[in-house]
């Protein structure tokens, strides 16, 4: 079940939606200090210059991986989506790895604490995998 978007956080003007950083940071106070960057349409959450969150439309939603995506199932959220293609008309919906917290979590900050904790490790995950990973060589002949 998808739950409304959560209207404290966010600040419209017309044409331009921002993001309330002061709510963020006491909303994640019990995990820990956070920073909020705006991105896009939107804006990223970061601890410790690592990205585990992501806001958009008046959503957060936070990094999932194979270890975490199951918690996120099971309270029936959704990962964020885009769509691309839309001006060519080769339109196609794309999934990142973060999922919409669970509109519960607003109301109990030891809890949301907890499921940004498991976030930033899946962020930490992520960014260790990358780095282990040998670089792709290129296919073009060695220049002489």
Known sequence: MLHPPHPRYVSETPGYVSVDHEFIRDLFALFGPVTVRRMFS???????????SLVVRDVIYLKV???????????????????????????SEHA????????????????LAEWARRAFAAAERKKFAARGRPRKRSKAPARR
Do not use: H, Q, V
Request: glycine share 12%; proline share 7%.
């Open 42 to 52: 939107g804006a990223g959450i970061f601890a410790d210059g690592l990205m585990f």
């Open 65 to 91: 991986d194979n270890a975490t995506r199951a918690d996120f199932e099971r309270e029936g959220c959704a990962p964020f989506t885009y769509t691309r293609g839309k001006s060519s008309g080769r339109r």
């Open 96 to 111: 990142l790895p973060y999922w919409r917290i669970p509109e519960r979590l607003y109301d109990d900050p030891d809890e």
